[in-house]
């Protein structure tokens, strides 16, 4: 017997408005100059430059100053070079997001 299965696959209209209104939702403790990190990873998420660009331009209104930063492990050979190449192979770039997209592997020791 054959089957055949649908998934909904629901679709915003307004990227930028849901992500605005996600945010709010969350109410994150912010100050008005805080840095804010917005982690860009690699697992196929759809339109993930619109959402990470969406994202710092909402912190940015909010008086915060966003950097992307890659949010991945060993894609792009674990190095932070690969790293903002996959971001920029998904369209994740300075001049895309609208603000700094830092990747270091460098470590600090807590304890």
Do not use: K
Request: glycine share 14%; aromatic share 4%.
């Amino acid at each position: 017997m054959r089957i055949r299965q649908a998934f909904e696959r629901p679709r915003l209209e307004d990227i930028p408005r849901a992500v605005r209104e996600a945010i709010e939702r969350a109410s994150v403790p912010v100050r008005h100059g805080d840095t804010v990190g917005v982690g860009a990873g690699s697992r196929g998420i759809a339109n993930i430059a619109t959402i990470t660009r969406a994202v710092a331009a909402h912190f940015r209104d909010l008086g915060l100053a966003p950097f992307v930063f890659p949010a991945m492990g060993s894609h792009g050979g674990g190095t932070a070079e690969g790293q903002l190449g996959v971001l920029a192979h998904y369209g994740i770039t300075e001049a895309t997001a609208g603000c700094p997209v830092v990747s270091s592997m460098d470590v600090v020791p807590l304890g």
